[in-house]
């Protein structure tokens, strides 16, 4: 007799065992199907989206490996990981909020972010990445009850920063990209301890908005990535009022730098020995 397999579950399925599931997932455009108005279907908006991990093999120590490359358009990108309530629910009301802040930077409009818009465009760059996690099959560095808490909340936690900026070249104008690694060690400060925590760097390039998105699960460190001068800090907010584009404008040659500076500041690591 055939094994009935377990449904799978939305992504953001509640962490109590005793909410109701879950269930019946559908498709879900990864960047928002809105992205259509802005792109159309035209194939020179193709967007490769890479997901790099550490290599597993203990001998091969510091390895950088793209472990999936899914070709395709940023409108196309879709991923069936969140159940119709989820997408079309709270996940479709914390796009309509970003949306028009997102159109106007993707254009490369001048816009000014009060707070709200701030946190209107991290979360939605939050959302991207907690979903693109899913292209890979390693499983996923954001905890489920870390998703739970988006989902309730809309506020990204503690563990995220998010920082935006002024692309201005042709390379990466439609570009994705997710860098993760586990058990990264960082020291802890005025202290010769060190904590491990997983950690996740993606860059989303959409027309003139480069967004960058830090994740990590460290709660004692003071990790800081990679990043570039001329960007905004809207996650946590460091401004109340934040005037974009900004200046140095990010250039191809300025992403190639922050791509092989994202390699060392995951090297510093390996895989969790599988049991
Ligand atoms: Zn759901």
């Not at 989820?86 to 479709?92: E, T």
């Not at 409009?109 to 760059?125: G, H, K, M, P």
């Not at 400060?189 to 491990?196: A, G, Q, R, V």
């Not at 990535?225 to 460091?238: F, K, Q, S, V, Y």
Request: proline share 7%; aromatic share 10%; glycine share 6%.
């Amino acid at each position: 007799m055939a094994e009935e397999k377990p449904k799978r579950l939305c992504a953001f399925q509640p962490s109590d065992p005793n909410a109701p599931k879950h269930v019946g997932l559908t498709k879900q455009h990864v960047f928002g199907d809105w992205m259509n108005n802005l792109f159309g279907r035209d194939q020179r908006h193709r967007a490769k989206f890479t997901n790099y991990r550490q290599d597993a093999s203990p001998v091969r120590i510091g390895g950088y490996k793209k472990s999936a490359i899914r070709p395709g358009t940023i409108t196309t990108m879709q991923l069936r990981v969140v159940c119709s309530d989820c997408n079309n629910g709270w996940m479709r009301a914390l796009e309509e909020k970003a949306r028009p802040t997102v159109e106007k930077l993707v254009r490369g409009e001048a816009v000014v972010l009060d707070a709200q818009a701030q946190l209107a465009v991290a979360a939605w760059a939050t959302q991207v990445s907690i979903i693109s996690e899913y292209y890979s099959e390693e499983g996923q560095i954001v905890s489920q009850d870390q998703r739970d808490q988006f989902r309730l909340t809309g506020v990204p936690s503690s563990g995220w920063t998010v920082w935006i900026g002024y692309y201005l070249g042709g390379s990466y104008r439609h570009f994705a990209t997710q860098s993760r690694t586990w058990d990264r060690v960082a020291p802890i400060p005025n202290s010769t301890d060190t904590e491990k925590g997983d950690v996740s760097l993606s860059v989303y390039v959409l027309g003139h908005l480069f967004c960058h998105v830090f994740y990590r699960s460290h709660q004692r460190t003071l990790l800081a990535p990679p990043t570039l001068p001329g960007l905004i800090r809207i996650w946590p907010i460091a401004t109340p009022i934040a005037v974009w584009p900004v200046l140095p404008k990010i250039s191809d040659p300025l992403i190639g730098g922050l791509m092989q500076s994202f390699r060392r500041f995951t090297s510093n690591s390996f895989y969790p020995e599988r049991e």
